[in-house]
């Protein structure tokens, strides 16, 4: 894993450095500690640091679904703006029809 100044490895790919953009953009259905809910899209995670950090990332109580999220061009794009948009995007498109 590395660190704060470089990022953190997701498989192929490291994160990118203070992002957080998927700790921010997407929703969550299980519990988190802090959050026994989950969290709503486009709603911070509490365990996501001032520096845009996973503070469970190495954790056993980090959500599977976060830990099988893997960074990609079509998700991260080039910057942190518009990873938040690409995955708010992808929230909106798999977000259950209201109905």
Do not use: W
Not at 42 to 65: A, W
């Amino acid at each position: 894993m590395g660190d704060k100044d470089t990022g953190r490895k997701r498989g192929n790919r490291t994160c990118r450095p203070g992002c957080g953009a998927c700790c921010i953009a997407l929703s969550i259905s299980s519990p988190i500690p802090g959050m026994p809910d989950g969290k709503p899209a486009g709603v911070r995670c509490v365990q996501l640091s001032d520096e845009n950090l996973c503070l469970i990332y190495d954790s056993p109580e980090r959500p599977d679904v976060c830990a099988r999220l893997k960074p990609s061009a079509d998700i991260c794009g080039d910057s942190r703006e518009e990873a938040l948009r690409l995955l708010g995007q992808m929230e909106e498109e798999t977000a259950p029809n209201a109905g």
